[in-house]
Nanobody, 121 residues
Framework: QVQLVESGGGLVQAGESLRLSCAAS????????MGWYRQTPGKQRELVAV???????NYADSVKARFTIARDNAKNTVSLQMNNLKPEDTAVYYC???????????????WGQGTLVTVSS
């Protein structure tokens, strides 16, 4: 079984920074994409940023130039450095891992439990 454990959420003021971290544990061969999504009440979960095993990244337009995603393939971790936070960044942030090749040679997608980020104005 593969699990994702997140850390780093909290309450900050607008303009400040936060760093989210996520670690994958369990038995598996590899993970393709690791990323972060966020969700606010009444809205669909949206992609914030994703990094693939080869290093390519994608960001939501709303966070480009403010957020940076980084990955350590050897440790199966992904982090999200969030700078110049805005009140509209307030959400529950979820870590995601997809294209996980399990020991049974099947593919899996896993979500973390979510961590709350609150940005006050």
């Amino acid at each position: 079984q593969v699990q994702l454990v997140e850390s780093g959420g909290g309450l900050v003021q607008a303009g400040e920074s936060l760093r989210l971290s996520c670690a994958a544990s369990g038995m598996f061969f590899s993970i393709n994409g690791m990323g972060w999504y966020r969700q606010t009440p009444g809205k669909q979960r949206e992609l914030v940023a994703v990094v693939r095993s080869g290093g390519s990244t994608n960001y939501a337009d709303s966070v480009k130039a403010r957020f940076t995603i980084a990955r350590d393939n050897a440790k199966n971790t992904v982090s999200l450095q969030m700078n110049n936070l805005k009140p509209e960044d307030t959400a529950v942030y979820y870590c995601n891992a997809e294209g996980i090749v399990t020991m049974a040679r099947t593919y899996l997608e896993v979500w973390g439990q979510g961590t709350l980020v609150t940005v006050s104005s």
